[in-house]
């Protein structure tokens, strides 16, 4: 048997935190990355890190058999915590609740990195307030094939936007292929209203660059960078500020100062660079804090937008139906051919009015794949394609659908295949899955028969 590694002790904010497992690979491509140099790598930005999750409920993402392989969520603290860290009560849609991790210094940021959390996850709220958001998120989510210049575009029309709205936007990578521009806000507003306010900025951008730009929900529908309203939807957090992402070059969502934007490339902000650009220039989102500001010329938007025949757009999958919300279902299983309200077919200056429902196409989407593991999915995609040649040659890049699906604690992947550009005497049937395990699927099944 192998032998057990000894700990390693780290002296961080006047208090001990145990580094267990300290050399075990959490990073094995094109970085090699221990855990222990992990720890070291957010000690080095803590006061940037540490920024994004002081005094906020914190979900736990942990990789605790290391960023190639697949996390899990847990919302509950760890009963064996320390004494000194501190927990806050968080209810959910769901009405069940749970004490959250605080994350209120770079002992505790050492501690649940220790854990396995090589990303962050903070609430946007504040442990005196739980039902009032200080942070508006515009995630930028660029599909498949869309080029970053494209990305830089869309977040510097939402800086444009921000200023407009009297908000100040910060902006950062994701640490992936998208951005975020973030902003303060006041505690004045539920998740509810927030979200609206999100929604109506989305959609305002996608007026503004039809082409390069959407806030449609389902992914079948959608061009461009899509603007994810739903991030502001009370149970959803994205990374915060210096998060380490589970990608081979173990990318850093980094921070920015605006002038930076138009010439950034994510691929430049790593563990191994953003320690030292840190600490040349320090945390450009450091003055956040200074500009909370108002949701008012943004809900107005939201106003104009309804009193023109725009409802509510679709809310995630495990969100109870909420009123002004259209159909749930993605067109592809769409039974009516209906259009629905806050689609955006139908608006107005389109030539119908804008109340009145347009006819919605049904788009001829196959699932392929299931699993928990993203490279055993991706092995069934290519199993399919090589089954199905004369289809596969006719699929574009955003044809193919790979979903990150999320339950109460586990993740797995999901690929679904957009036919609509395959002629319809080549568009394979609907077979049995290849990889087919959805871990979720027996709670359902379960969950089905109960009711």
Same mark, same amino acid.
């Given at each position: 048997?192998?032998?057990?590694?000894?700990?390693?002790?780290?002296?961080?904010?006047?208090?001990?935190?145990?580094?267990?497992?300290?050399?075990?690979?959490?990073?094995?491509?094109?970085?090699?990355?221990?855990?222990?140099?992990?720890?070291?790598?957010?000690?080095? /930005?803590?006061?940037?890190?540490?920024?994004?999750?002081?005094?906020?409920?914190?979900?736990?993402?942990?990789?605790?058999?290391?960023?190639?392989?697949?996390?899990?969520?847990?919302?509950?603290?760890?009963?064996?915590?320390?004494?000194?860290?501190?927990?806050?009560?968080?209810?959910?849609?769901?009405?069940?609740?749970?004490?959250?991790? /605080?994350?209120?210094?770079?002992?505790?940021?050492?501690?649940?990195?220790?854990?396995?959390?090589?990303?962050?996850?903070?609430?946007?709220?504040?442990?005196?307030?739980?039902?009032?958001?200080?942070?508006?998120?515009?995630?930028?989510?660029?599909?498949?094939?869309?080029?970053?210049?494209?990305?830089? $575009?869309?977040?510097?029309?939402?800086?444009?936007?921000?200023?407009?709205?009297?908000?100040?936007?910060?902006?950062?990578?994701?640490?992936?292929?998208?951005?975020?521009?973030?902003?303060?806000?006041?505690?004045?507003?539920?998740?509810?209203? /927030?979200?609206?306010?999100?929604?109506?900025?989305?959609?305002?951008?996608?007026?503004?660059?039809?082409?390069?730009?959407?806030?449609?929900?389902?992914?079948?529908?959608?061009?461009?960078? +899509?603007?994810?309203?739903?991030?502001?939807?009370?149970?959803?957090?994205?990374?915060?500020?210096?998060?380490?992402?589970?990608?081979?070059?173990?990318?850093?969502?980094?921070?920015?100062?605006?002038?930076?934007?138009?010439?950034?490339?994510?691929?430049? +902000?790593?563990?191994?660079?953003?320690?030292?650009?840190?600490?040349?220039?320090?945390?450009?989102?450091?003055?956040?804090?200074? +500009?909370?500001?108002?949701?008012?010329?943004?809900?107005?938007?939201?106003?104009?937008?309804?009193?023109?025949?725009?409802?509510?757009?679709?809310?995630?999958?495990?969100?109870?139906?909420?009123?002004?919300?259209?159909?749930?279902?993605?067109?592809?299983?769409?039974?009516?051919?209906?259009?629905?309200?806050?689609?955006?077919?139908?608006?107005?200056?389109?030539?119908?009015?804008?109340?009145?429902?347009?006819?919605?196409?049904?788009?001829?989407?196959?699932?392929?794949?299931?699993?928990?593991?993203?490279?055993?999915?991706?092995?069934?995609?290519?199993?399919?394609?090589?089954?199905?040649?004369?289809?596969?040659?006719?699929?574009?890049?955003?044809? /193919?659908?790979?979903?990150?699906?999320?339950?109460?604690?586990? $993740?797995?992947?999901?690929?679904?295949?957009?036919?609509?550009?395959?002629?319809?005497?080549?568009?394979?049937?609907?077979?049995?899955?290849?990889?087919?395990?959805?871990?979720?699927?027996?709670?359902?099944?379960?969950?089905?028969?109960?009711?």
């Amino acid at each position: 048997m192998a032998k057990k590694q000894a700990a390693a002790v780290l002296t961080v904010s006047g208090r001990e935190v145990q580094v267990t497992n300290p050399d075990k690979l959490y990073f094995s491509r094109d970085v090699k990355l221990t855990k222990l140099q992990v720890v070291q790598y957010y000690l080095s /930005v803590a006061d940037g890190a540490v920024r994004g999750t002081r005094d906020r409920p914190n979900m736990l993402k942990r990789f605790v058999n290391g960023a190639e392989k697949e996390p899990f969520y847990q919302k509950r603290a760890p009963d064996n915590r320390p004494e000194w860290l501190r927990t806050v009560t968080l209810s959910f849609p769901s009405g069940r609740t749970a004490d959250e991790v /605080v994350v209120d210094d770079a002992a505790g940021l050492a501690w649940i990195v220790n854990l396995g959390c090589i990303e962050l996850h903070p609430h946007p709220v504040r442990t005196n307030d739980l039902d009032h958001p200080d942070e508006l998120r515009i995630d930028l989510d660029p599909i498949p094939g869309v080029k970053w210049d494209q990305v830089r $575009t869309v977040a510097i029309e939402a800086k444009n936007l921000m200023d407009e709205m009297g908000l100040r936007g910060f902006a950062k990578t994701s640490g992936s292929r998208g951005m975020h521009v973030n902003a303060r806000i006041q505690q004045r507003w539920t998740f509810t209203e /927030v979200r609206r306010a999100a929604l109506a900025f989305s959609r305002e951008i996608e007026r503004r660059l039809p082409k390069l730009a959407t806030s449609k929900w389902w992914k079948e529908e959608r061009h461009g960078v +899509f603007l994810d309203y739903n991030q502001n939807a009370k149970d959803r957090t994205t990374c915060s500020a210096y998060s380490i992402r589970p990608l081979p070059d173990a990318r850093v969502s980094t921070p920015l100062r605006w002038e930076e934007v138009p010439d950034c490339d994510p691929e430049e +902000f790593t563990v191994l660079t953003v320690p030292k650009r840190f600490a040349e220039i320090g945390d450009p989102n450091e003055a956040m804090d200074d +500009f909370a500001g108002s949701l008012e010329k943004l809900l107005d938007l939201a106003d104009r937008d309804e009193a023109a025949g725009l409802g509510d757009a679709p809310w995630p999958p495990h969100f109870r139906k909420m009123e002004g919300e259209g159909m749930r279902v993605a067109p592809s299983r769409a039974k009516s051919g209906k259009g629905e309200a806050g689609s955006g077919k139908g608006q107005a200056g389109s030539g119908k009015r804008a109340n009145e429902k347009a006819p919605r196409s049904k788009m001829p989407l196959i699932t392929v794949a299931n699993s928990p593991s993203k490279d055993e999915a991706l092995a069934g995609l290519e199993r399919w394609k090589k089954k199905h040649r004369a289809a596969a040659k006719h699929l574009a890049v955003d044809d /193919v659908l790979i979903d990150s699906m999320r339950g109460r604690s586990s $993740t797995w992947t999901r690929i679904r295949i957009n036919l609509r550009n395959v002629p319809e005497q080549n568009r394979p049937q609907q077979e049995k899955r290849d990889p087919d395990d959805d871990p979720t699927r027996e709670w359902r099944e379960a969950h089905r028969k109960a009711r």
